[in-house]
């Protein structure tokens, strides 16, 4: 099994160092290699993304990433800003489906700015197309406009496009990912989230999530606008078990979601591409407000690397036993800054992996 680690920029270093302790420590054969990528990897090659990182990404079975991005990048042309390095490696490993599981820890109920009643137990999945969207289509830029309302000045504009084959395979992925929740005690149900009143690509959306929901007699087929769903996302929660929805949509609602779990720094994800090859991260950015300090929360990335092993590496049992580690961890009640509260232990980044490890144990 090889893994390629990327740890990026910022925080990225930090947090993806304990990630890689506690795989260290489960007795498991990996080869794990590791490549510059985003801003350390512009200092260094002038690039992002450089091809042998690409490569390294490639070959590997999965890939393990920190983070990317820094203010300090925002002079720099586009193509060689350290965003640029997650966007390729999706669109050149094919990783169209994001899974974001969104779910409230116990001992961080406290944590959320939503009433305990709202989100204790929480346990819902955000299911985000990755590679079409308006993120990606065709044709974009700057120009000066010969028509609209103000013909003769600048404007932008952007291609929100989706093809019928991209929205079937989420939707099965939506689909199946409900199926095997079901089996587990879930509800069965998959929520499709669009802006068809408005919206072409949202009518071409539902309409194949309609379709191939008839594949799947067993699994419930809810649709919501968009708007709607940034407000039941607050106002009820645990209603929802998994939400599909666009490239867009996905990334503001899984951010809006994550919020509901107390922190961004608990918020595990994988994105996935047809060959079960796998792109593992934190929900999270590289937060330049704290890189270096020694405090970022490492607990999205060790749960980032329990998901690789449960969904590229067939290695389910070690992936429950670091989720129930960090668990433990959380009892003994240990806190980063971000989910610290009055009468818990605070711990840096360093010290949260060293439990983390020592729990397994
Ligand atoms: P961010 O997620 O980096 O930070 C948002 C806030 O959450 C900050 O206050 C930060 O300190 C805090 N935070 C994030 N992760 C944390 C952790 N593990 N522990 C404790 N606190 C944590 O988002 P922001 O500030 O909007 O973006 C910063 C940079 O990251 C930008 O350059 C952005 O483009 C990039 N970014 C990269 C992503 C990626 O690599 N996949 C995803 C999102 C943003
Ligand atoms: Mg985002």
């Not at 009643?117 to 990606?136: K, M, P, V």
């Not at 407000?289 to 070690?318: C, E, H, V, W």
Request: aromatic residues 6%; charged residues 25%; contains cysteine.
């Amino acid at each position: 099994m090889k893994i390629a680690v990327l740890p990026g920029d910022g925080i990225g270093t930090e947090i993806v160092a304990e990630a890689v302790k506690v795989l260290q420590a489960l007795d498991l054969k990996f080869e794990m290699e590791t490549a510059l990528v985003g801003g350390a990897a512009y200092e260094a090659h002038g690039h992002p993304l450089p091809e042998s990182t690409l490569k390294l990404a490639k070959e590997a079975d999965a890939v393990l990433f920190g983070a990317v991005g820094d203010w300090k990048y925002d002079k720099l042309d586009r193509p060689l800003r350290p965003e640029q390095a997650i966007l390729g490696l999706r669109k050149h490993l094919g990783l169209f489906a994001n899974f974001r599981p969104a779910i409230c820890y116990e001992q961080l109920v406290g944590a959320s700015s939503l009433k305990p009643e709202l989100i204790a137990g929480l346990d819902i999945l955000i299911i985000r197309e990755l590679t079409g969207d308006i993120y990606f289509g065709q044709p974009r830029g700057r120009r000066i406009a010969t028509d609209g309302h103000f013909p003769g000045s600048e404007e932008a504009f952007d291609t929100m496009r989706y093809s019928r084959p991209e929205i079937e395979r989420i939707a099965h992925v939506a689909f199946q990912a409900a199926r095997k929740r079901k089996a587990a005690g879930s509800e069965g149900r998959v929520t499709s989230v669009d802006k068809n009143n408005v919206l072409e690509t949202s009518q071409l959306w539902k309409d194949v999530m309609v379709e191939i929901g008839l594949q799947y007699t067993d699994i419930a087929l809810d649709h919501m606008l968009v708007d709607n769903a940034a407000m039941q996302l607050v106002k009820a929660p645990k209603k929802f078990d998994v939400l599909v929805t666009g490239n867009m949509f996905g990334d503001i609602l899984s951010d809006e979601a994550s919020m509901l779990t107390g922190s961004i720094g608990m918020l595990p994800s994988a994105s996935m591409n047809a060959n079960n090859q796998g792109l593992f991260e934190p929900s999270h950015g590289s937060a330049p407000d704290i890189a270096g300090k020694g405090i970022a929360n490492p607990l999205a990335t060790i749960l980032s690397a329990a998901m690789m092993l449960r969904f590229s590496l067939n290695q389910g049992a070690a992936a429950d036993r670091i989720e129930a580690a960090v668990k433990s961890v959380l009892e003994q009640g240990l806190r980063t800054a971000d989910i610290y509260s009055a009468g818990t232990t605070r711990v840096s980044t360093l010290e949260m992996g060293d439990a983390v490890v020592k729990a397994l144990k």
